[in-house]
T-cell receptor, first 111, second 111 residues
């Protein structure tokens, strides 16, 4: 029941775009996206609720396809600071608060 | 406004020993969740505390126990430590079923 993230790793040059996918075999209530840099705690990026909502935060946005139980994180015009490992955490029921995380996607941004 | 704090930062124990980790939630948060993160993996849900009671539990043995105090701070106790318990232990706080904010974690090494 762990969500599957793809790709596992991606290397970009600064200014390029990236898409990270998170797929679940179970019906989801919400998807939470985090970025974790080496040796640090995961940092909350955004939460997507069922209903196909799309959110944006500067050059980082995400969508949630309820029919496919898939969420995608979009990073546009990537910056060096975007480097890190991205995790999606899935929540099966409203208020469950028990997040099941994917295995992570390592993003490396080179100058 | 202080975020989620955890102590200690690092801990080294030997097999069979017991350990207690501590977490203070973000101001205004009443729910504390504990996660175990092995190297190169996503965080795994251990359990969650709300109103001083364990509300949910992940797939962890009874050697893992916890407590929440009236001020919402929390402790994670692990008995009879095994080598496999070596990991980063993360505490996350939340309120009203919203996004979870993680603390910096405690790195536990079991020798």
């Amino acid at each position: 029941q762990q969500p599957v993230q793809s790709p596992q790793a991606v290397i970009l040059r600064e200014g390029e775009d990236a898409v990270i996918n998170c797929s679940s075999s179970k019906a989801l209530y919400s998807v939470h996206w985090y970025r974790q840099k080496h040796g640090e705690a995961p940092v909350f990026l955004m939460i997507l609720l069922k209903g196909g909502e799309q959110k944006g935060h500067e050059k980082i946005s995400a969508s949630f396809n309820e029919k496919k139980q898939q969420s995608s994180l979009y990073l546009t015009a990537s910056q060096l600071s975007y480097s890190g490992t991205y995790f999606c955490g899935t929540e099966l029921a409203q208020g469950a608060q028990k997040l099941v995380f994917g295995q992570g996607t390592r993003l490396t941004i080179n100058p | 406004d202080a975020g989620v704090t955890q102590s200690p930062t690092h801990l080294i124990k030997t097999r069979g020993q017991q350990v207690t980790l501590r977490c203070s939630p973000k101001s205004g948060h009443d729910t504390v969740s504990w996660y175990q993160q092995a190297l190169g993996q996503g965080p795994q849900f251990i359990f969650q505390y709300y109103e001083e009671e364990e509300r949910q539990r992940g797939n962890f043995p009874d050697r893992f126990s916890g407590h929440q105090f009236p001020n919402y701070s929390s402790e994670l106790n692990v008995n009879a430590l095994l080598l496999g318990d070596s990991a980063l232990y993360l505490c996350a706080s939340s309120s009203g079923g919203q996004e979870q904010f993680f603390g910096p974690g405690t790195r536990l090494t079991v020798l």
